[in-house]
Nanobody, 129 residues
Framework: EVQVVPSGGGSVEIGGSRNLSCTTSGFPFEDYNMGWYRQASGVPCELVANYNRDDTTAYSASVKGRFSISRDNAKNTVYLHMNSLKPEDTAMYYC???????????????????????WGQGTQVTVSS
């Protein structure tokens, strides 16, 4: 079974840092694009960063320059390094594997990122003073 398990969330002060991990199994990790997503209260699910199988990366404008995504294909794990955190970074964070427009989280696959935040397992990050 496909397993996609994010971890590392918690409370952090404004301006602080936090590192998230997403461990996976059950699929050929190196063949998939891996992404981090988040959903804050009242806000649609959004892509935060992705690390593609061709080693290219992309970031949302809101986190560019503050967050960094990395992956370790030997450990089937993708990471999100978050720096200079702001209150607006408070959200549930999810990760998902993607290939050909199909997204995969634990036990599920679907099209469109909205379902990632509806059905995926998340890890909560709360940024406050």
């Amino acid at each position: 079974e496909v397993q996609v398990v994010p971890s590392g969330g918690g409370s952090v002060e404004i301006g602080g840092s936090r590192n998230l991990s997403c461990t996976t199994s059950g699929f050929p990790f190196e063949d998939y694009n891996m992404g981090w997503y988040r959903q804050a209260s009242g806000v649609p699910c959004e892509l935060v960063a992705n690390y593609n199988r061709d080693d290219t990366t992309a970031y949302s404008a809101s986190v560019k320059g503050r967050f960094s995504i990395s992956r370790d294909n030997a450990k089937n794990t993708v990471y999100l390094h978050m720096n200079s955190l702001k209150p607006e970074d408070t959200a549930m964070y999810y990760c998902a594997a993607e290939m050909g427009g199909i997204y995969r989280t634990t036990g599920r696959s679907y099209t469109g990122i909205r379902r990632i935040c509806e059905w995926g397992q998340g890890t909560q990050v709360t940024v406050s003073s």
